[in-house]
């Protein structure tokens, strides 16, 4: 059975690996086979006690899409504490480098929902992998012109504590009910299909996550 894979990205300190971990044990809790993936640039500063330099960053990237494509080949459901396209973006912003797109966006590409984490939670240090709060802005600008530019679909997630998982949960949920939403359409071609997308759904694959974003 082909994996689902949901890549978590954002800015610093807005709750990915958290989100990441969260969803991981509540689906668990509902008897399936879903695992987290670790994000790559915390071992390597973990093991190096430094951030990476510029020509170390191509291989942090392919290291995390590693990591996602061996886990994608033993799990139903893979939930990535961030993807390549996040290394791609700090490049980017810290070097002025932007050689690892081409790259990162087709690794992206393996994600079957990808979730924006919003800029609504306090910013928290954590030692030598945060640069500041005054980043977050310009960061989340650069993943959503990545994402845009590449046609690639988001939904972004929102609230505190047990609303952010449910309404990260309620997109993994929609692509996980799809073929029996397909086969139900299927038993009822002449009925008219109705849909509504509000400002802030939880629909990944909703019109709205197209929309440039200010």
């Not at 994000?39 to 973990?46: G, T, Y």
């Amino acid at each position: 059975m082909t994996a689902l894979v949901v890549a978590l990205v954002g800015a610093e300190s807005t709750g990915k690996t958290v989100l990441a971990s969260e969803l991981a044990r509540v689906l668990q809790g509902r008897g399936l086979d879903a695992v987290m993936v670790p994000e790559a640039l915390r071992a390597f500063c973990d093991r190096h006690a430094r951030t990476p330099r510029v020509d170390e960053q191509a291989g942090i990237a392919a290291e995390q899409t590693r990591r996602i494509h061996e886990a994608a080949q033993l799990h139903r459901i893979v939930l990535a504490d961030t993807t390549a396209l996040m290394t791609a973006v700090y490049s980017e912003f810290v070097f002025g480098d932007v050689s690892l797109y081409p790259q990162a966006l087709q690794d992206h590409t393996q994600a079957d929902i990808t979730l924006l984490t919003s800029l609504d939670l306090a910013w928290r240090s954590d030692g030598i992998q945060r640069d500041g709060e005054h980043v977050r802005e310009p960061v989340d600008g650069l993943i959503r012109h990545a994402l845009q530019g590449a046609g690639l679909a988001y939904a972004v997630v929102a609230g505190q504590g047990v609303r952010r998982i449910q309404h990260a949960l309620a997109a993994i949920e929609h692509r996980l009910d799809a073929p029996a939403r397909q086969a139900r359409m299927a038993s009822q071609p002449g009925q008219a299909r109705w849909r509504w997308f509000c400002d802030n759904c939880d629909d990944g694959e909703c019109e709205q996550h197209w929309l440039p974003r200010n």
